[in-house]
Each structure stands twice: as structure tokens, then as C-alpha cells.
């Protein structure tokens, strides 16, 4: 109770700091919007709204898989979304392309079903292959995302990575940006099990009613600066563990009949209340002042309760490791800038190699921006599973080292 | 039991300091009284306080409140005392009532109890009009009252101030000290750290004297004085700068007056008794026909106590 009540007390001081507020709100929602405006990207409504797609098929398999994925491109749920037409050859269906006539063409190899089942040996030949519209960069990926989705319902994740994005990006079709979105979208699926039909919801009417553009730009400035600053935001929070030592607040609270724990648990349980409402609010400020569709509300809600967790973490032990108050100050701004340029908060980090997408793990930001991209691509809470569970997992990492680093910094003695 | 609480050779180190910064005290508080512990700055009262309210775990000795060990059992101690910290421990972005109700529900208070005791403790402390202002609005001295106020809420049974008057302007420090003394009244024990001998010398029953991390001399102001002999000190203002000299020769031999000298238009004697020995100090200036224009005499206080017993200056 008592530790309740002195969290309640962090939030309340907090937000009469208006220095504070105009950081852990202003800059954030200014930054999105200059971000998106410098992009060019965020008034121009050039792009269609995503109904009636043209998209032309090619299907040279003579098996059952090739059939079914085409009759799925005619499905019912796919009907407003996707206006599919049939070519006879590949060369004919990338003319069509090429005149932007389609946004993309679909080309089911001979010999597809007998790859995917195993009767033959594939080879590179036997992927399917999206010619894909360069001008039409989001309408192409959502029929990447279709067939993506369709290889997942026939559960065959070994081919799903052979879907010849690759080749796409060999000939400058598709931007290596988009690649990794799509890499990135693909192994996601692969880890969740319950994917059926709900990657070919992810195109649904709420995505089909925004400029394309719109979302591209806002929808992934709007959480890479909220995460960004929610970095500052705790370690303001850690900052203020320190401070109230120094203003002999900490000294009272040990005075009265309160126990260590509970003095510990209230200042870490403010610190994650105050990271929870900066994030909310900037969610749902984007969401209601720019209208950012930011997709599944219980995804975001819960991927908001795991941001916030993990980046409390990361303030608690900023805390627990600086000797004051300034020190706090210091280093946390410096993790904040870090963190920002590792985890994607200022330019995608999803064209980068390997191993800079590996250490960019250790940042809140890249699990966070990654987890709103899928969860604006219409993914829901299961999909998010893994994201969740990785910054939920950082948090208890994170937690268990500082209170320990915390406890034996003998905060709590005079 | 008499003593509410006994403080047993109690000692602090802290690490790397070179001597005990507490070294060794030990005294007694009586249920009921204010007990003053007196002493210059860095004379080791805060230290003392604050392993007394188990905010520094000693590294020798012992203090029982209550029948409590602070070493053994803080949870007793911590629910029968309050404690006034010296430098003001608030939340500046608070309200006053605010900052009284967080700290009230420290101590487990809540509800209309809580918001009764704070209206009562506001207007205790004359400050119910700007109850909701923020703290970091207040005047130094109005910030005094309220961190007093937040270490009363619960109606400990003995409380500590450490320093309460610090740097603050006359009317609020008339304030406190007449706070102190109305919730003295009321049964509340106090132990009240100063360094003006003044505020000791009006506040307390007894008074601890505190240097070095030593308590050097201990009793009720009486007893204190004694100790330096009773002997008073008269100031004679003349009107001739030059008679000064003379005049002192002459007063040092009057019958009680220990030394004499002189300084400008000053005559400085210090006398076993002034009332007995002034008759005849005017009577050797009259025939002289030396003209006294003021007399002024002071009584042993405090400070000429701690001058004795350490041969320092109780200062500022
Ligand atoms: N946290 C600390 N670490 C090391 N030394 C300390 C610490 N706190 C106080 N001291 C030292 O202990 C001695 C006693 O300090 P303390 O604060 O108890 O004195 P005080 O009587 O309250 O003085 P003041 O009238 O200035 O408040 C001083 O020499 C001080 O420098
Ligand atoms: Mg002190």
C-alpha cells in the first residue's frame, strides 16, 4: 500500500515538472511530426487507398499448391483488397508491371508443388517470384505479405525464406528497406503458430482507409521517437531515486515505519507508472492528433506495458551504477542518444548487417519500433509474443541486477 | 519507567573519517521534558539524531525508546517517534497539505483522520491560508513550519528537531519556539538540537552540551552554570576615557571583584556576586568623581559555559 502510494506520489511530482512534460511529451510529438514532414511523406495523399489492388498471377505449377495459392488471390477475403487477373507467362505478367499497370506480379514456378513437398530437390528456380511495382512500394508488400501468409497456411515456413525477395533486390525493384521488412515479418510468422488467415487480415479496411504514406512515415516516427524519449523519461526517473537521497526526502521515508523493500518497490513502481502514461499518451496523441493507426489495441497495450518495463529497467540500473544525482543525468542522456541510433529511432536499422541488427537487441527501442511496425501491418497480440516476451525478459534482467547493484550501494543508510 | 529514552555510549564512525564523528554518548530523556543537546557545527548532532531515529546504524552502543533497541527492533522505534529533519525534506512540486498527506500516509494515516490532522497541523503552524500553494512558493521560514508539521502528524511520543530554526526570519523562529513549547505541554517529549544557547536556555528542562562527538558536560541550566563558578559580570559605561585605567585599579580591590580592566569608555569587572559588589563599585567612581553613565550586568550563561569547558566560542 504504502508503496503505491509512493509511486502515486513520483507520478504526481513528475508531472507538475514542466521541464520534464515538455520532454517527455512535446519533444516527442514535435519530432514526429518534423520528422514526417522533412520526410516529405506526411501530407501528400498521392499514393490510392488500399482497395482493388491490380495484381496479375502466373501460375506454371501443374500441382495442387500452385492452384490453391491462386484461387487464394480470389478469395472472398480478399475481394476489396485485391483485383487479381491471370497471365499466361511471366514475361508477360512483368510487362504489366512495368507499365504500372499491376503493383505486382505473382509467378508460381513449374514444378512449385513438387519443391514444397518435398517430391523433388528445389532449387532457385522453384520460388515464387513478386515482380514488384517500385512506385507502388506498400501495395506491393502487401501481396508479399499474401503469399507470405498463404505459404504460412501450408505450413511450410523452409520455403516461406525462399520467396524470391532476394532476387527483387538484386534488381533493384524492391528497396532493401522493404526486404528486411519483409524478412523480418516472415520470421515472426514462423515463430507463432496460430497464423491462419490472420497475416491475409493484415491488409484489412483499417489500413485501407489511410493514405499509404501516411502510414509509412507517422506510423513509424510516431513509436521510434516516444520510445526514444521514453529512454529519457526513466532516466529522469532513476535520476530522482538519487535526488531524493540528497534532498533528505529518502532519510524520512527510512525514519518512518516503512520497510526498505517497500521504499525500493514504490520508487521502481513509479518509475514504470510514469514510463506507462508518457507512453500512452504519446500513442494515443498520435493516434487521435495525426491519426496514426497504430492497429490491435491490446497489442499495443501490452507492448506498451513491456516497453515501459524494460526501459524502467534501464533507468534503475543507470541508477544504480552513477554515484549522483547528475551522474544519472549524464549517462542516461547518453544511453537515450545511443539507444536511439542503435535501435532504429532515428533512421530503420532493418537494412543493417547481422550483427548490428544482434546488438541492436540490448535497446527497448528496437524490439519496441519492430513490435509497432508489425502491430501497424495488422499483426495482433499473438504474433507479438516474441517481442513482448524479449522486452519482458530484459526487464527481469535488468531488475534483478540493479536491486542488487541498489541494495548493496547501501542506498537506504544515511 | 522515567526515561523515555536512553542513549548508551553510543558511537558513529564514518568510513574513511579519520575520528568517530559521535564518540561515546551516552544520556537520558525523561517522559515529558525537552532535552536540549547543544553544540557547535560539526559537533557530531545530526549523527547522534540520526542513529537515534535508525537512519545510521551505530557502530557502537545502544539507544532504547521505549523499551526499544534501535539496533534491534527500528520497526518499534520508527512507529513511536517523529522526527524533523535539518535540512527541509519535502517535495517542492507539492502542496503543503499535499506534502502533510504523503507524509501522514507514511505513517499509516489515512482518510478523514488524516484530513483532520492535517487542517489541525496547519493551523498549528499559522499556515492553513496557503495550505495549497506549493512548497517551492514558501518563504524559507514558512518551509521550517511545514517540515515541522509533516514530522508531528502522527502525535509521536517523542520527537526530535534537529536545528529548526536554522537561517530563518524572528517571527517564524517565535513560531516554533512557541510551538515547541505548546506541544511540550501537551505531553509531547522533545529532543531539540541548537547551537544557540538562547533557544536551549528557554526551551529546555536539561541540556546535553555536545562537541567534538563527546557530550562534555550535561544538567539543567543551573547546574551548567555552576560549573563555571557563580560569577557575573558587570559592565561599567564612564564618561571619561581616560579615568579607565585608574578606576580599574581602584574596583579591583573591592571586596568580591575577582579582576578588573579597562578599555575606552568600558570598565569591565567580573564579580563573585554583582548585586552584593555594586554598592561600593558606584561608591569608589563617586569619590573619584569619575561620572558613571551605564551599568550593565550579565549573569553565566551557556555560552560562557561552553567557553569554559572547552576554551572555543559557541558560534554561529
Ligand atoms: N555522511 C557523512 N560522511 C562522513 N562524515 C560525515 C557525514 N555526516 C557528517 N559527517 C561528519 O561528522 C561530523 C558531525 O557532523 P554532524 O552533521 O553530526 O554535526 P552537527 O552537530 O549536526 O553540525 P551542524 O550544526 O552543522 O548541523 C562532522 O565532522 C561531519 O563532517
Ligand atoms: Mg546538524
Known sequence: ?414 | MALILEVQDLVKQYPGAAEPAVNGVSFGIRRGEVFSLLGPNGAGKTTTIGMLSCLLKPTGGDAIVDGHSVRTDPEAVKRLIGIVPQDIALYPSLSARENLRFWGWMYGLGGKDLARRIDAILETVGLTDRGNDRVDSYSGGMKRRINIAAGLLHEPKLVFLDEPTVGIDPQSRRNILEMVKALNAQGMTVLYTTHYMEEAQELSQRIGIIDNGKLIALGTLDELTRLVGRQDEIELKIASEHAGPELAEALGKVKGVRSARSEDHTVRLVADDANASLPEVIGVANARGIKVIGIDVREPNLEAVFLHLTGRALRD
Open chain 1, 1 to 414: 500500500m504504502k508503496a503505491l502510494q509512493i509511486a502515486f506520489k513520483d507520478l504526481t511530482v513528475l508531472f507538475r515538472d514542466r521541464t520534464a512534460l515538455l520532454l517527455m511529451l512535446g519533444a516527442p510529438l514535435i519530432l514526429t511530426v518534423g520528422l514526417a514532414l522533412i520526410s516529405g511523406r506526411m501530407s501528400g495523399s498521392s499514393g490510392p487507398a488500399f482497395q482493388n489492388l491490380p495484381v496479375v498471377i502466373v501460375n506454371l505449377d501443374q500441382g495442387v499448391v500452385g492452384g490453391q495459392l491462386a484461387d487464394a488471390f480470389s478469395s472472398d477475403e480478399l475481394d476489396d483488397l485485391l483485383n487479381p487477373q491471370t497471365a499466361e507467362d511471366a514475361a508477360a505478367a512483368r510487362a504489366l508491371v512495368n507499365d504500372d499497370k499491376v503493383v505486382a506480379a505473382v509467378i508460381i514456378p513449374a514444378g512449385f508443388t513438387d519443391a514444397v513437398t518435398g517430391a523433388k530437390e528445389s532449387g532457385a528456380a522453384d520460388r515464387i517470384e513478386i515482380y514488384a511495382n517500385p512506385n507502388r512500394e506498400i501495395s506491393s508488400q502487401i501481396v508479399t505479405a499474401v503469399v507470405e501468409s498463404f505459404v504460412q497456411q501450408v505450413e511450410l515456413a523452409r520455403v516461406s525464406g525462399q520467396v524470391a525477395v532476394e532476387q527483387l533486390l538484386a534488381a533493384g525493384l524492391i528497396n532493401p528497406q522493404e526486404a528486411a521488412a519483409v524478412g523480418m515479418r516472415v520470421a515472426e510468422r514462423s515463430v507463432s503458430a496460430q497464423n491462419s488467415g490472420a497475416a491475409i487480415r493484415l491488409v484489412s479496411a483499417e489500413k485501407s482507409t489511410e493514405p499509404e504514406q501516411d502510414f509509412d512515415m507517422m506510423g513509424y516516427f510516431a513509436p521510434s521517437m516516444a520510445i526514444l524519449f521514453l529512454m529519457y523519461t526513466v532516466a529522469l526517473g532513476g535520476r530522482n531515486l538519487l535526488a531524493e537521497k540528497e534532498t533528505g526526502t529518502l532519510g524520512r521515508l527510512v525514519s518512518a515505519p516503512i520497510s526498505e523493500t517497500a521504499i525500493l518497490g514504490g520508487k521502481l513502481l513509479g518509475i514504470f507508472l510514469v514510463a506507462t502514461a508518457q507512453m500512452s499518451i504519446l500513442i494515443l496523441a498520435n493516434a487521435l492528433l495525426f491519426g496514426v493507426k497504430f492497429g490491435d489495441p491490446l497489442g499495443v497495450a501490452v507492448l506498451i506495458l513491456a516497453l515501459a518495463a524494460a526501459a524502467s529497467g534501464w533507468g534503475i540500473l543507470v541508477a544504480a551504477i552513477a554515484r549522483t544525482p547528475g551522474q544519472v543525468s549524464t549517462i542516461g542522456m547518453a544511453l537515450m542518444l545511443t539507444f536511439g541510433v542503435l535501435g532504429g529511432s532515428f533512421i530503420p536499422i532493418n537494412n543493417m548487417p547481422a550483427w548490428f541488427n544482434l546488438v541492436s537487441k540490448i535497446t527497448p527501442n528496437a524490439w519496441g519500433i519492430e513490435g509497432f511496425i508489425a502491430l501497424g501491418y495488422g499483426d495482433t497480440l499473438p504474433q507479438l509474443a516474441g517481442t513482448v516476451a524479449g522486452l519482458f525478459g530484459m526487464a527481469a534482467v535488468l531488475f534483478i541486477v540493479s536491486v542488487t547493484l541498489l541494495r548493496r550501494k547501501n542506498l537506504m543508510q544515511g
